[in-house]
Protein backbone atom coordinates (compact mmCIF):
# COMPACT_ATOMS: atom_id res chain seq x y z
CA UNK A 1 0.00 0.00 0.00
CA UNK A 2 2.98 2.75 0.88
CA UNK A 3 3.92 2.07 -2.60
CA UNK A 4 1.10 3.04 -4.35
CA UNK A 5 0.31 6.17 -1.89
CA UNK A 6 4.36 6.96 -2.80
CA UNK A 7 3.29 7.23 -6.64
CA UNK A 8 0.06 8.92 -6.46
CA UNK A 9 2.14 11.28 -4.28
CA UNK A 10 4.61 11.64 -7.03
CA UNK A 11 2.14 12.29 -9.96
CA UNK A 12 0.17 14.61 -7.59
CA UNK A 13 3.48 16.77 -6.88
CA UNK A 14 4.51 16.97 -10.71
CA UNK A 15 0.88 17.63 -11.69
CA UNK A 16 0.84 20.85 -9.52
CA UNK A 17 3.79 22.45 -10.32
CA UNK A 18 3.30 21.78 -14.06
CA UNK A 19 -0.20 22.93 -13.46
CA UNK A 20 0.90 26.05 -11.64
CA UNK A 21 4.03 26.77 -14.60
CA UNK A 22 1.44 26.36 -17.39
CA UNK A 23 -1.43 28.97 -15.54
CA UNK A 24 1.82 31.49 -15.76
CA UNK A 25 2.51 30.84 -19.03
CA UNK A 26 -0.76 30.72 -20.35
CA UNK A 27 -1.72 34.45 -18.91
CA UNK A 28 1.64 35.52 -19.97
CA UNK A 29 1.00 34.55 -23.78
CA UNK A 30 -2.38 34.68 -23.66
CA UNK A 31 -2.81 30.64 -24.47
CA UNK A 32 -6.95 30.54 -23.53
CA UNK A 33 -9.66 30.38 -25.83
CA UNK A 34 -12.93 33.24 -25.97
CA UNK A 35 -16.19 32.00 -23.67
CA UNK A 36 -18.60 29.39 -25.73
CA UNK A 37 -22.23 30.39 -24.82
CA UNK A 38 -22.33 27.36 -23.09
CA UNK A 39 -19.54 28.03 -20.82
CA UNK A 40 -20.52 28.47 -17.31
CA UNK A 41 -17.31 30.32 -16.42
CA UNK A 42 -17.59 34.55 -17.22
CA UNK A 43 -13.85 35.13 -17.81
CA UNK A 44 -11.51 33.68 -19.95
CA UNK A 45 -9.70 30.87 -18.50
CA UNK A 46 -6.51 28.15 -19.64
CA UNK A 47 -7.47 24.96 -20.53
CA UNK A 48 -4.66 23.45 -20.91
CA UNK A 49 -4.12 21.49 -17.49
CA UNK A 50 -4.70 17.94 -19.06
CA UNK A 51 -0.78 18.24 -19.96
CA UNK A 52 0.49 18.73 -17.08
CA UNK A 53 -2.15 15.77 -15.87
CA UNK A 54 -0.25 13.76 -18.20
CA UNK A 55 3.69 14.25 -17.74
CA UNK A 56 2.42 14.04 -14.13
CA UNK A 57 1.43 10.56 -14.98
CA UNK A 58 4.47 9.62 -17.16
CA UNK A 59 6.95 10.49 -14.28
CA UNK A 60 5.10 8.68 -11.79
CA UNK A 61 5.17 5.45 -13.52
CA UNK A 62 8.82 5.99 -14.48
CA UNK A 63 9.33 6.26 -10.87
CA UNK A 64 7.23 3.03 -10.12
CA UNK A 65 9.51 1.12 -12.67
CA UNK A 66 12.06 1.15 -10.13
CA UNK A 67 10.24 -0.34 -7.29
CA UNK A 68 10.66 -3.87 -6.64
CA UNK A 69 7.54 -4.75 -4.76
CA UNK A 70 5.39 -3.12 -8.36
CA UNK A 71 8.25 -5.13 -10.67
CA UNK A 72 5.40 -7.57 -11.50
CA UNK A 73 3.65 -4.89 -13.18
CA UNK A 74 6.44 -3.99 -15.57
CA UNK A 75 6.86 -7.97 -16.48
CA UNK A 76 5.07 -7.33 -19.41
CA UNK A 77 6.12 -4.22 -20.99
CA UNK A 78 3.63 -4.30 -23.87
CA UNK A 79 0.53 -3.29 -21.71
CA UNK A 80 2.75 -0.39 -20.20
CA UNK A 81 3.83 0.89 -23.21
CA UNK A 82 0.73 0.86 -25.17
CA UNK A 83 -0.95 2.38 -21.90
CA UNK A 84 1.68 5.50 -22.73
CA UNK A 85 1.26 5.62 -26.36
CA UNK A 86 -2.25 5.68 -26.15
CA UNK A 87 -2.17 8.32 -23.48
CA UNK A 88 -0.15 10.13 -25.70
CA UNK A 89 -1.88 10.38 -28.34
CA UNK A 90 -5.53 11.35 -26.73
CA UNK A 91 -3.65 13.96 -24.79
CA UNK A 92 -2.09 14.97 -27.92
CA UNK A 93 -5.99 14.76 -30.04
CA UNK A 94 -7.12 16.72 -26.85
CA UNK A 95 -4.55 19.71 -27.10
CA UNK A 96 -5.53 19.99 -30.81
CA UNK A 97 -9.17 20.02 -29.82
CA UNK A 98 -8.72 22.73 -27.12
CA UNK A 99 -6.46 25.44 -29.50
CA UNK A 100 -8.68 24.67 -32.57
CA UNK A 101 -12.06 23.35 -32.16
CA UNK A 102 -11.63 19.99 -34.22
CA UNK A 103 -14.85 18.51 -35.57
CA UNK A 104 -16.32 15.21 -33.92
CA UNK A 105 -15.46 13.30 -36.36
CA UNK A 106 -12.23 13.35 -35.99
CA UNK A 107 -12.18 13.39 -32.77
CA UNK A 108 -13.98 9.89 -32.59
CA UNK A 109 -11.60 8.70 -35.15
CA UNK A 110 -9.05 9.60 -32.77
CA UNK A 111 -10.74 7.69 -30.01
CA UNK A 112 -10.96 4.83 -31.78
CA UNK A 113 -7.47 4.54 -32.49
CA UNK A 114 -6.24 5.35 -28.83
CA UNK A 115 -8.53 2.44 -27.59
CA UNK A 116 -7.50 0.15 -30.59
CA UNK A 117 -3.81 1.19 -29.41
CA UNK A 118 -4.66 -0.13 -25.80
CA UNK A 119 -6.39 -3.27 -26.68
CA UNK A 120 -3.60 -4.24 -28.88
CA UNK A 121 -1.60 -3.95 -26.03
CA UNK A 122 -2.96 -6.39 -23.98
CA UNK A 123 -5.24 -4.05 -21.78
CA UNK A 124 -8.72 -5.24 -23.14
CA UNK A 125 -11.77 -7.82 -22.06
CA UNK A 126 -11.01 -10.95 -22.96
CA UNK A 127 -13.13 -12.81 -20.76
CA UNK A 128 -16.42 -11.78 -18.95
CA UNK A 129 -17.87 -13.28 -15.14
CA UNK A 130 -21.32 -14.13 -16.26
CA UNK A 131 -23.63 -16.60 -16.57
CA UNK A 132 -22.07 -18.55 -13.14
CA UNK A 133 -18.75 -18.77 -14.38
CA UNK A 134 -15.93 -17.25 -16.78
CA UNK A 135 -17.09 -16.63 -20.16
CA UNK A 136 -14.56 -16.49 -22.93
CA UNK A 137 -14.57 -13.93 -25.44
CA UNK A 138 -13.79 -14.24 -29.15
CA UNK A 139 -10.88 -12.08 -30.15
CA UNK A 140 -13.00 -10.10 -32.84
CA UNK A 141 -15.42 -9.83 -30.28
CA UNK A 142 -13.20 -8.77 -27.31
CA UNK A 143 -10.92 -6.03 -29.74
CA UNK A 144 -15.12 -4.63 -30.19
CA UNK A 145 -15.84 -4.07 -26.99
CA UNK A 146 -12.67 -3.15 -25.41
CA UNK A 147 -12.17 -0.05 -27.86
CA UNK A 148 -15.84 0.58 -27.46
CA UNK A 149 -15.78 0.76 -24.01
CA UNK A 150 -12.59 2.99 -24.21
CA UNK A 151 -14.57 5.47 -26.30
CA UNK A 152 -17.55 5.51 -24.02
CA UNK A 153 -15.63 6.14 -21.02
CA UNK A 154 -13.64 8.85 -22.73
CA UNK A 155 -16.56 10.83 -24.02
CA UNK A 156 -18.83 9.86 -20.80
CA UNK A 157 -15.86 12.00 -18.51
CA UNK A 158 -15.57 14.92 -21.56
CA UNK A 159 -18.97 15.54 -21.31
CA UNK A 160 -19.35 15.98 -17.35
CA UNK A 161 -16.42 18.67 -17.90
CA UNK A 162 -18.44 21.59 -17.45
CA UNK A 163 -18.25 23.21 -13.80
CA UNK A 164 -15.25 23.93 -11.68
CA UNK A 165 -13.65 20.52 -9.89
CA UNK A 166 -16.08 18.49 -11.21
CA UNK A 167 -14.53 15.95 -13.51
CA UNK A 168 -11.57 15.82 -11.00
CA UNK A 169 -13.21 15.69 -7.77
CA UNK A 170 -15.61 12.70 -8.96
CA UNK A 171 -13.08 11.01 -10.46
CA UNK A 172 -10.89 11.48 -7.11
CA UNK A 173 -13.86 9.56 -5.38
CA UNK A 174 -14.90 6.78 -7.69
CA UNK A 175 -11.02 6.13 -8.29
CA UNK A 176 -10.30 5.83 -4.96
CA UNK A 177 -13.44 2.91 -4.22
CA UNK A 178 -12.03 1.51 -7.32
CA UNK A 179 -8.65 1.21 -5.86
CA UNK A 180 -9.94 0.21 -2.43
CA UNK A 181 -11.79 -2.65 -4.58
CA UNK A 182 -8.46 -3.74 -6.70
CA UNK A 183 -5.92 -3.89 -4.08
CA UNK A 184 -8.47 -6.32 -1.85
CA UNK A 185 -8.02 -8.43 -5.25
CA UNK A 186 -4.71 -8.18 -5.17
CA UNK A 187 -4.40 -9.07 -1.91
CA UNK A 188 -7.14 -12.47 -1.96
CA UNK A 189 -5.68 -13.63 -5.33
CA UNK A 190 -2.54 -13.26 -4.59
CA UNK A 191 -0.69 -10.33 -6.29
CA UNK A 192 -1.72 -11.37 -9.85
CA UNK A 193 -0.52 -8.55 -12.61
CA UNK A 194 -3.63 -7.86 -13.25
CA UNK A 195 -5.00 -6.71 -10.27
CA UNK A 196 -1.64 -4.53 -9.25
CA UNK A 197 -1.84 -2.98 -13.14
CA UNK A 198 -5.26 -2.23 -12.44
CA UNK A 199 -4.02 -0.82 -8.97
CA UNK A 200 -1.39 1.31 -9.94
CA UNK A 201 -2.94 3.13 -12.91
CA UNK A 202 -6.05 4.30 -10.26
CA UNK A 203 -3.00 5.38 -7.99
CA UNK A 204 -1.41 7.45 -10.72
CA UNK A 205 -5.08 8.96 -11.48
CA UNK A 206 -6.07 9.85 -7.80
CA UNK A 207 -2.70 11.23 -7.64
CA UNK A 208 -2.97 13.73 -10.95
CA UNK A 209 -6.75 14.49 -9.73
CA UNK A 210 -5.24 15.43 -6.01
CA UNK A 211 -2.71 17.86 -7.92
CA UNK A 212 -4.98 19.65 -9.97
CA UNK A 213 -7.69 20.24 -8.14
CA UNK A 214 -6.60 22.64 -6.04
CA UNK A 215 -6.27 24.97 -9.00
CA UNK A 216 -9.68 23.64 -10.45
CA UNK A 217 -11.95 23.91 -8.05
CA UNK A 218 -14.55 26.65 -7.93
CA UNK A 219 -13.38 29.13 -9.27
CA UNK A 220 -11.17 27.08 -11.05
CA UNK A 221 -8.17 28.91 -12.23
CA UNK A 222 -7.19 25.96 -14.80
CA UNK A 223 -9.35 23.84 -17.10
CA UNK A 224 -8.24 20.07 -17.77
CA UNK A 225 -9.75 20.85 -21.31
CA UNK A 226 -10.67 17.77 -23.23
CA UNK A 227 -7.07 16.86 -22.97
CA UNK A 228 -7.40 16.37 -19.42
CA UNK A 229 -10.78 14.78 -19.33
CA UNK A 230 -10.06 12.36 -22.25
CA UNK A 231 -6.85 11.04 -20.85
CA UNK A 232 -8.67 10.74 -17.30
CA UNK A 233 -11.28 8.58 -18.98
CA UNK A 234 -9.25 6.49 -21.21
CA UNK A 235 -7.24 5.79 -17.61
CA UNK A 236 -10.37 5.24 -16.00
CA UNK A 237 -11.12 2.50 -18.74
CA UNK A 238 -8.22 0.68 -18.25
CA UNK A 239 -7.60 0.32 -15.13
CA UNK A 240 -11.20 -1.26 -15.67
CA UNK A 241 -10.87 -3.01 -18.22
CA UNK A 242 -7.29 -4.95 -16.37
CA UNK A 243 -9.71 -6.40 -13.61
CA UNK A 244 -13.20 -6.98 -15.26
CA UNK A 245 -12.08 -9.88 -17.45
CA UNK A 246 -9.68 -11.26 -15.13
CA UNK A 247 -12.54 -12.56 -11.98
CA UNK A 248 -13.86 -15.72 -11.57
CA UNK A 249 -17.09 -14.96 -9.59
CA UNK A 250 -16.56 -19.00 -7.83
CA UNK A 251 -14.09 -16.69 -6.02
CA UNK A 252 -16.07 -14.87 -4.61
CA UNK A 253 -19.43 -17.37 -4.44
CA UNK A 254 -18.53 -18.41 -0.72
CA UNK A 255 -18.93 -15.65 0.93
CA UNK A 256 -22.12 -13.60 -1.05
CA UNK A 257 -23.50 -14.27 -4.35
CA UNK A 258 -23.85 -10.45 -5.16
CA UNK A 259 -19.88 -9.64 -4.87
CA UNK A 260 -19.38 -11.95 -7.58
CA UNK A 261 -20.89 -9.63 -9.64
CA UNK A 262 -18.80 -6.39 -8.52
CA UNK A 263 -16.20 -7.11 -11.40
CA UNK A 264 -18.92 -5.86 -13.90
CA UNK A 265 -21.37 -3.71 -11.15
CA UNK A 266 -18.12 -1.31 -9.83
CA UNK A 267 -17.43 -0.04 -12.79
CA UNK A 268 -20.32 0.85 -13.78
CA UNK A 269 -21.35 2.69 -10.54
CA UNK A 270 -18.37 4.68 -10.15
CA UNK A 271 -19.24 5.99 -13.52
CA UNK A 272 -22.69 6.19 -13.07
CA UNK A 273 -22.96 10.05 -13.47
CA UNK A 274 -21.05 10.66 -16.62
CA UNK A 275 -22.68 7.54 -18.35
CA UNK A 276 -26.37 9.24 -17.00
CA UNK A 277 -25.47 11.91 -18.57
CA UNK A 278 -23.97 10.97 -21.64
CA UNK A 279 -26.80 8.78 -22.71
CA UNK A 280 -29.11 11.46 -21.94
CA UNK A 281 -27.04 13.95 -24.08
CA UNK A 282 -26.98 11.44 -27.09
CA UNK A 283 -30.72 10.45 -26.64
CA UNK A 284 -31.79 14.27 -26.54
CA UNK A 285 -29.71 15.21 -29.60
CA UNK A 286 -30.56 12.65 -32.16
CA UNK A 287 -34.29 13.28 -31.42
CA UNK A 288 -33.67 16.44 -32.22
CA UNK A 289 -31.90 15.60 -35.70
CA UNK A 290 -28.32 16.55 -34.53
CA UNK A 291 -25.12 14.82 -33.80
CA UNK A 292 -24.62 12.74 -30.89
CA UNK A 293 -21.50 15.06 -30.66
CA UNK A 294 -23.07 17.98 -30.97
CA UNK A 295 -22.57 20.35 -27.88
CA UNK A 296 -25.52 21.93 -25.96
CA UNK A 297 -26.09 23.64 -22.88
CA UNK A 298 -28.78 20.83 -21.46
CA UNK A 299 -26.34 18.64 -19.63
CA UNK A 300 -27.17 17.52 -16.17
CA UNK A 301 -24.43 19.64 -14.38
CA UNK A 302 -26.38 23.00 -16.55
CA UNK A 303 -29.74 22.16 -15.20
CA UNK A 304 -28.43 21.66 -11.80
CA UNK A 305 -27.98 25.63 -12.03
CA UNK A 306 -31.28 26.06 -13.99
CA UNK A 307 -32.92 24.65 -10.83
CA UNK A 308 -31.36 27.12 -8.72
CA UNK A 309 -28.16 25.39 -6.78
CA UNK A 310 -25.30 27.41 -7.20
CA UNK A 311 -21.95 26.49 -8.77
CA UNK A 312 -20.06 24.93 -6.04
CA UNK A 313 -23.82 22.86 -5.24
CA UNK A 314 -23.96 21.27 -8.34
CA UNK A 315 -20.67 20.18 -8.09
CA UNK A 316 -21.08 18.66 -4.43
CA UNK A 317 -23.97 17.43 -5.55
CA UNK A 318 -22.26 15.21 -8.11
CA UNK A 319 -19.80 14.09 -5.92
CA UNK A 320 -22.29 13.03 -3.29
CA UNK A 321 -23.90 10.61 -6.26
CA UNK A 322 -20.88 9.04 -7.05
CA UNK A 323 -20.21 8.50 -3.37
CA UNK A 324 -23.49 6.76 -2.78
CA UNK A 325 -23.49 4.59 -5.64
CA UNK A 326 -19.71 3.53 -5.66
CA UNK A 327 -19.38 3.09 -2.01
CA UNK A 328 -23.09 1.14 -1.75
CA UNK A 329 -21.46 -1.19 -4.67
CA UNK A 330 -18.40 -1.33 -2.68
CA UNK A 331 -20.43 -2.50 0.60
CA UNK A 332 -21.18 -5.85 -1.04
CA UNK A 333 -18.07 -6.91 -0.45
CA UNK A 334 -18.19 -6.43 3.30
CA UNK A 335 -21.72 -6.26 4.03
CA UNK A 336 -25.02 -8.66 3.83
CA UNK A 337 -26.87 -8.06 0.46
CA UNK A 338 -29.88 -6.17 2.60
CA UNK A 339 -27.70 -4.64 4.15
CA UNK A 340 -25.56 -3.24 1.58
CA UNK A 341 -29.28 -2.79 -0.95
CA UNK A 342 -30.17 -0.67 2.61
CA UNK A 343 -27.33 1.60 2.44
CA UNK A 344 -27.54 1.90 -1.15
CA UNK A 345 -31.21 2.92 -1.08
CA UNK A 346 -30.57 5.61 2.31
CA UNK A 347 -27.88 6.96 -0.18
CA UNK A 348 -30.38 7.45 -3.08
CA UNK A 349 -32.71 9.00 -0.99
CA UNK A 350 -30.70 11.62 0.82
CA UNK A 351 -28.93 12.57 -3.02
CA UNK A 352 -32.24 13.18 -4.72
CA UNK A 353 -33.95 14.91 -2.11
CA UNK A 354 -30.63 17.14 -1.82
CA UNK A 355 -30.88 17.58 -5.90
CA UNK A 356 -34.25 18.87 -5.96
CA UNK A 357 -34.49 20.64 -3.06
CA UNK A 358 -34.57 24.10 -4.58
CA UNK A 359 -38.15 22.71 -6.46
CA UNK A 360 -39.28 22.32 -2.84
CA UNK A 361 -39.52 26.02 -1.90
CA UNK A 362 -40.66 27.15 -5.38
CA UNK A 363 -44.19 28.46 -5.29
CA UNK A 364 -46.96 27.38 -8.00
CA UNK A 365 -46.95 29.84 -10.05
CA UNK A 366 -43.19 29.31 -10.26
CA UNK A 367 -43.34 26.44 -11.44
CA UNK A 368 -46.03 27.26 -13.95
CA UNK A 369 -44.34 30.17 -15.34
CA UNK A 370 -41.27 27.69 -16.37
CA UNK A 371 -43.87 25.26 -17.80
CA UNK A 372 -45.19 28.52 -19.72
CA UNK A 373 -43.76 28.73 -23.90
CA UNK A 374 -41.96 31.71 -24.68
CA UNK A 375 -43.60 34.41 -26.59
CA UNK A 376 -42.40 34.70 -30.05
CA UNK A 377 -40.46 37.78 -30.55
CA UNK A 378 -42.37 39.96 -33.70
CA UNK A 379 -40.53 39.75 -36.98
CA UNK A 380 -39.58 43.21 -37.97
Request: aromatic share 10%.
Amino acid sequence: MIFYILVAGIAAAVTFVLAFVILKLSHRYRLYPKIRERDMHSRPTPRLGGVAMFFGVVVALAIASQIDTLSLVFSDPPKVIGLLIASFLIVALGVADDVWDLDWWTKLAGQIIAGGVLATSGIQIFTLPIFGGVTILPTSISLVITVLAVVLVMNAINFIDGLDGLVAGVVLIASGVFFIYSYLLAVDAGNTQYFTLASLITALLIGACAGFLPLNFHPAKLFMGDAGSMLVGLLMAASALSVTGQVDPATWGGRELLPAFIPILLPLAVLIVPLVDFSLAVLRRMAAGKSPFAADRKHLHHRLIDMGHSHLQAVLIFYAWTAAFSLGCLSFLFLPWPFATGLIALGLVVCTTVTLLPLFGRTRAERDAELEPEPEKAVS
